[in-house]
């Protein structure tokens, strides 16, 4: 800000006032299409957003009901979302509340799951393509796939060969005596290790495993950027002072990513948390997956409730709100 | 590495002993990761390529039989014969050519081809002054602008999903007209492309010297001239990185067609008509077959550019 007021000042001095204001209206005519454009499709709906969830409306009274009467504004929405008690608003129904959490704990277990998956599989991925190897180059296009293909195509090939009865999976588990598991529909498999009886939520599991392999790619390109911008010499100089491989991949390699891997942590946390299609297309949220997005989706389309829909979205928007300024506030910076 | 001794004199000091065990892993990691990449890419077309009798009975076939895959090919040779129900009947069995004729991905390809590319102009026509202005120009409320650019690229597509759902429904009710096309729904694909689009511009941008620009405004050129003569055709690989995510973005976008379109069957995009596929009894090999239509374009554009797009990925930070 100093900067930026300091260099207009000189341009004042030097110039005259007209020149700036000359620039100012120039910038806001050539600004102005884009506002006007985001105004439209993102800030207005925003904030529109926060009304709804505030009003009584059903899909079904959508084209009949006076949007712009705000007379009986009330907390139900959220009510009837969260299944607690707001101002004297009850929930209609305490089924629904528990749904809210558990969807709440699900959206965050799959978030900070897939993503720390996603930047492991990338770290992985950046340290084998580091150095030549014949057929690199392919093997690197190869990699991108997942990040690159449309999801749609990415989920079907993903739910044919996790199929119960034609899959690739389940066809070449079953050949060495496992047994066939319905993957994307089992919310609890009972699995016996070293005596102990376990439940693992296979569902969930396969999703977190989908977006893993859908981002990976992702974090792969970045860190793989910042891997290659590292001093060869310091490498050579490690080597003569007696460091072995290990030694330096966790003392020079692993610290000069630390700074990416926050960022990218950060993004990715941000985008899974909001990420609605890749869930709803391998199961539509069943067998315990479904995240906040996809309740907001069904209260939607399934329930249609448009005001508890909208009142899950804004909690959804005020979460992320807070990993936004987390993220322009201490990442960004460090990155330019 | 290349400095070793005859084999009596090996020591197996840590340097050798670790450079020869990350040497196995990482010929390991890289069969591991082909499995996990290629391989889904190779059944994809693997499924599409054969009938479903033949999936339902071998699932784990890794190679289809030749006659299915010429079974795939063979309206190839009627279209246009003379024999319209064998014709009929070799599309049936054809995976791609019923894909294409019988369950309108014609139809379909069009209206993505239309959404995908309306969507880059409008993109490029918004964001390239708006970057401009940005980088080049002071006034009050630009660094506001920047960082609120950045925000809604963080943003949920769903929360602004719904009131615009309620807004284009209302629309429809009030004025009688019927947002809910391919043109409608290219406004709100923007909500997704042009905070990208900005974002990309605005960094390349920053990193294109001023003085050619500042040159030219000292001989009297006017400031668009300069934008469009100096500016445009200097920033020319950025624009062509950026047209070609958009494109990408748009081509792939799932959530807003959705929302928008699913009423309205002759409107569906590519991925929306591969997804409602799936509900009806279609043989799942189908669908594969759709899955390759959608994928092959994108799979192209990368392969031919993909210097050009991994360059443009790390400076922006795509979402997907």
């Known amino acids: ?336 | 590495m290349a400095q070793k001794p005859s084999r009596s004199s090996v020591t197996w000091s840590r340097e050798r002993i670790e450079t020869t065990l990350g040497t196995i892993l990482k010929v390991l990691s890289i069969i591991l990761f082909l499995i996990v990449t290629a391989f889904p890419l190779y059944w994809m077309l693997n499924l599409s390529f054969r009938p479903y009798g033949d999936v339902l009975v071998n699932p784990a076939r890794l190679v289809p039989r030749a006659q299915d895959i010429a079974a795939v090919f063979a309206p190839l040779k009627c279209i246009g014969g003379n024999n319209p129900d064998l014709c009929a009947s070799a599309i049936r069995n054809s995976s791609y050519a019923a894909v294409l004729l019988e369950y309108n991905f014609l139809t379909f390809i069009r209206n993505s081809v239309i959404i995908a590319g309306l969507t880059v102009a409008l993109s490029l026509i918004l964001a390239i002054p708006a970057a401009y202005a940005v980088t080049r120009l002071e006034f009050p409320g630009r660094d506001i602008f920047s960082w609120g650019i950045l925000l809604i690229y963080l943003f949920p597509a769903i929360v602004i999903g719904i009131p615009l759902f309620v807004f284009f429904v209302r629309i429809q009710q009030a004025l009688g007209i019927e947002l809910r096309n391919p043109y409608g729904v290219t406004i709100i694909y923007l909500a997704s492309t042009l905070p990208l689009a900005l974002y990309m511009l605005r960094s390349y941008f920053l990193t294109i010297p001023k003085d050619l620009e500042e040159a030219a405004l000292i001989d009297g050129a006017n400031r668009l001239g300069v934008i469009w003569r100096i500016t445009i055709p200097l920033a020319i690989p950025a624009i062509a990185t950026v047209a070609l995510y958009v494109f990408m973005i748009a081509w792939n976008e799932f959530l807003y067609a959705l929302l928008f379109l699913i009423d309205s069957p002759p409107s569906w995009t590519l991925p929306l008509g591969l997804q409602q596929l799936d509900g009806q009894e279609v043989p799942r090999t189908f669908l594969m077959a759709g899955s390759v239509i959608i994928t092959v374009p994108v799979i192209v554009i990368f392969f031919f550019f993909e210097r050009f797009l991994t360059r443009g990925l790390t400076a922006g930070g795509v979402k997907g």
């Open chain 1, 1 to 336: 800000m100093a900067t930026q007021s300091d260099v207009a000042s000189g341009v004042v001095r030097r110039r005259g006032l007209s020149l700036k204001q000359r620039h100012a209206a120039l910038a806001y005519t050539l600004l102005l299409p884009t506002l006007l454009v985001i105004s439209l499709i993102v800030i207005f709906p925003m904030l529109w957003n926060v009304v709804l969830s505030f009003q009584l409306i059903r899909l079904r009274d959508l084209p009949t009901i006076n949007l712009f009467d705000l007379s009986n504004l009330s907390l139900k929405n959220y009510a009837t979302a969260t299944g607690i008690t707001l101002g004297g608003a009850e929930a209609t129904s305490t089924a629904a509340g528990r749904r809210f959490w558990e969807a709440l704990r699900v959206t965050f277990i799959y978030t900070i799951a897939s993503t720390v998956l996603a930047i492991l599989l990338g770290l992985w991925a950046a340290l084998v393509v580091r150095d030549k190897f014949p057929g690199r180059n392919i093997f690197r296009g190869f990699l991108l796939f997942p990040y690159v293909a449309p999801v749609v195509s990415l989920a079907f090939i993903w739910k044919l060969m996790l199929d119960k009865n034609i899959g690739i999976v389940n066809a070449m588990g079953t050949r060495l005596g496992l047994p066939s598991l319905s993957f994307l529909t089992t919310r609890a498999l009972p699995v016996h290790l070293f005596g102990l009886e376990v439940t693992l939520p296979l569902a969930l599991i396969t999703v977190i495993a989908f977006e893993a392999w859908h981002y990976f790619p992702f974090a792969f390109l970045f860190l793989l950027a910042r891997m290659q911008a590292i001093p060869e010499e310091m490498y050579e100089a490690a080597k003569v002072d007696g460091a072995s491989p290990l030694q330096r991949l966790w003392y020079i390699t692993l610290p000069h990513l630390s700074a990416v891997m926050g960022t990218l942590f950060l993004l990715r946390f941000i985008w899974t948390f909001n990420k609605f299609e890749d869930i709803f297309l391998l199961n539509g949220g069943a067998a315990g997956t479904e995240v906040l997005t996809l309740q907001i989706y069904n209260w939607l389309f399934a329930r249609r409730n448009v005001g508890v829909s909208a009142a899950v979205a804004v909690i959804l928007a005020v979460i992320l709100s807070i990993l936004a300024l987390i993220y322009l506030r201490w990442f960004l910076p460090e990155e330019e």
